[in-house]
């Protein structure tokens, strides 16, 4: 793998209590993860940008198909959810600041402008990438940083999902189908490395 320059920024997907084994969208590797996620941020936590997933007060407040989507899944709107489902997990809460967290309502994070402008203020150029859920919110994240041309280093160890077969589907989509664009890492080799 090539070095990860100073121009490096950790972004973690989503490790929130809302996708916990005690949150209403479980994520049962979310602990198995959570322990690697932590050591990579604890290195370079001012170099770390955690994201929440914030649904909406009411199905109403969203467009289209995802209407349909919070009316399926009301329980998890603000207008049931009990507003500490959407905290961080406890051992990355901790680190912010200096992190940074940025919420958003859908499942990338380069939805809308606070993550494109916080990375060309700092001027980033690789992405560190590491949360959840591998096959939703980080394939979604992925895609739009490669569509800034972004390098982007997604962390096999630090990337969970609900779905075993989803998680391993779309960690073989990166290495064959993205391999210009998208590098898989162990984070030993992060650690290695991080922060640069």
């Known amino acids: 793998m090539t070095p990860l320059g100073p121009a490096t920024l950790h972004l973690c997907i989503d490790m929130q209590r809302l996708f916990s084994p005690d949150g209403p969208w479980p994520t049962p590797w979310m602990e198995r993860v959570?322990?690697?996620?932590?050591?990579?941020?604890?290195?370079?936590p001012d170099r770390t940008v955690f994201t929440r997933f914030?649904?909406?007060?009411?199905?109403?407040d969203m467009p289209g198909a995802w209407r349909g989507y919070y009316e399926q899944w009301r329980e998890v709107t603000r207008e049931h959810l009990?507003?500490?489902?959407?905290?961080?997990m406890?051992?990355?809460?901790?680190?912010?600041?200096p992190a940074v967290v940025l919420d958003k309502?859908?499942?990338?994070?380069?939805?809308?402008?606070?993550?494109?402008?916080?990375?060309?203020e700092r001027g980033i150029d690789t992405l560190l990438i590491t949360g959840s859920e591998t096959d939703m919110c980080?394939?979604?994240?992925?895609?739009?940083?490669?569509d800034l041309?972004?390098?982007?280093?997604?962390?096999?160890?630090?990337?969970?999902?609900?779905?075993?077969?989803?998680?391993?589907?779309?960690?073989?989509l990166y290495t064959k189908r993205f391999s210009y664009q998208v590098e898989t890492v162990t984070s030993e080799v992060v650690l290695d490395q991080w922060p640069s």
């Open 82 to 88: 009990d507003p500490r489902m959407l905290d961080l």
């Open 54 to 60: 914030i649904p909406p007060y009411r199905p109403e």
């Open 34 to 44: 959570l322990p690697t996620v932590a050591r990579i941020a604890e290195r370079a």
């Open 149 to 172: 041309g972004l390098r982007v280093v997604i962390v096999t160890d630090g990337v969970c999902s609900s779905s075993d077969e989803g998680h391993d589907s779309l960690l073989t």
């Open 105 to 120: 309502p859908v499942y990338s994070a380069f939805a809308g402008h606070k993550l494109r402008d916080l990375v060309s």
């Open 138 to 146: 980080v394939l979604a994240t992925v895609l739009g940083a490669v």
């Open 90 to 97: 406890p051992s990355l809460q901790r680190l912010a600041p």
